[in-house]
């Protein structure tokens, strides 16, 4: 079956969006340019159906280049609280809401989220929230995804004192108070690693394995915006990838799907590379691969383990960088152990230290290679990059550094919390891409949503405004102290040509897949939206206001109508 949309504005490859059409066979688009008819009638042959968009714009199906949708399936049981402000009333939310829901039916409160800035630098304490659950474990996440604030039963439970070792040191740890003793302030994950103890105690364990009903409401999110194609940023089970290749084996993926697993340093590598090769063989796909291996560098700016150049500005012994997880050395083997297996490598950097570490590694790497006379043939992918030092804006391109930005972060999301750690004017400068666009580098786009929660902004065009204008809609900066909410520095937008390359093109070259989507070409999917207002026209305020009015997936209809 061949299909001709015609009298459309079609994002070209360059992106600009131009008056044309596009036809296409099946599930490959075989003619995209001028709205010619004796041109598009010699691609289209003889009777194809034949829609008039009537000037809709057209663009490629969305790639989001770091996203978990594994996790946000899995956190719907977590329960969503308003964002309070002040503690005292998101106490008095936990506190009404235990007592309406006893333990009995809730054995374990997970409340999702705090502001990261409701407490300073020291955190919360775990006999604040004794005042409103003591009965039963009881967890607050922070808004940044990268804290947690448990109950004194809740570490009671787990086992956890003053002569427990954390399980990353400085990274994935408890925070303790002068004795040691758990404060109740837990960075990163570290409780996980104690919460079969818990589970056990309370005769209760949270949905763990996906299924196809859990994954369903975030599949049917990415029909309904346009993403055609995913990077999951880290794999959770082996159950996550048997429902997708399920999925896939029905017809039903409606997706491209790529993966990474997830290791921590040198010596844990060649299990964890070993474990991707098994997914490959058990589960890729035409749709599903993993290339990908994935490395938590450091923290976040938020929780103070961001690594960074200069100590913290609240540290009076001038000793406290922040934490990495790797230094130079260790992760330039980490990359050419994953050069020699043919395997890509996406980290975790959002410090100005843990960048500049990230590039001497790879700089250092490929020097070695090149010694050795071996080829150099993946791709080393920085995530966040939050904050840069400028002197290293130009490493990525001129090193072959991909950079992948969660477009969604650029306004008001994580409030000020980093400022106990950093410098109001190293805040000023934080999420800065420009530079590096301005340079060559290749600069993808994505959303990196964890849960439910924020499943929502997921939505590119949401990202994309966010990005282009530095003013969250959801979280907006105090307007008294940021005119418009805007966050600094304005020069920091992104154009919405930029924006749209990068969630499109950037996006499909990350997952090595720019031969076969990411641009209107001929020999590339029909994996396309129509939009109800072209995006570089439209009100910047209201670019996330923009109707999916059509997705196709494959030539297939995926939502809407033509």
Partial sequence: MTTVLRNANLLAPEGQIKKGALVYEGETIVYAGADDEKTWKAAAGADPALFDLEG???????VDSHIHPAAVALSSWHIKIPMFQKA???LSYIKDYAREHPKEEVPFLYFEYYPTDMFDASGPAKELLDTAVSDRPCLCQDFGEHMHWVNSKMLEMMEVDENTPDPVPGLEMFVRDEKGRPTGWVKEMAWLSFADKMYEKIGWKPPQDLDTQSLAPVLDFFKEHGITAV????????AQMEVLKKLDDQGQLKLYYDAAVRFWSYEDLPQKIAQLRDYQAQYGSKHIKLNTMKLFLDGTNEAGNGALLNPHVN?????NYGEIKMEEEELKQCFLLCNQEGLDVHLHIVGDRAFRTGWKAVKAAKEEAAAQGALWSIQIIFAHCELVAPEDMAKPAELGISINWSCHWSGGYFGEEAKNFIPEDRWNQMYQFNPMLESGAQVAFSSDVVTYYELERAN????????NTRIDPQFPLSPERFPESRRPAEEACISMENLLKGYTAAAAKQLHWENKMGSLEAGKLANLCILSEDPLKADLQKVKDIQFETVIFEGEVIHGKL
């Fill in 460 to 467: 590119p065009l949401f990202g994309m405004q966010i990005a």
């Fill in 88 to 90: 005292e009333d998101l």
């Fill in 231 to 238: 990077f999951d940023a880290v794999v959770e089970s082996r």
């Fill in 315 to 319: 540290d009076p012994f001038g000793t």
């Fill in 56 to 62: 809709r714009t057209v663009i490629p199906g969305f």
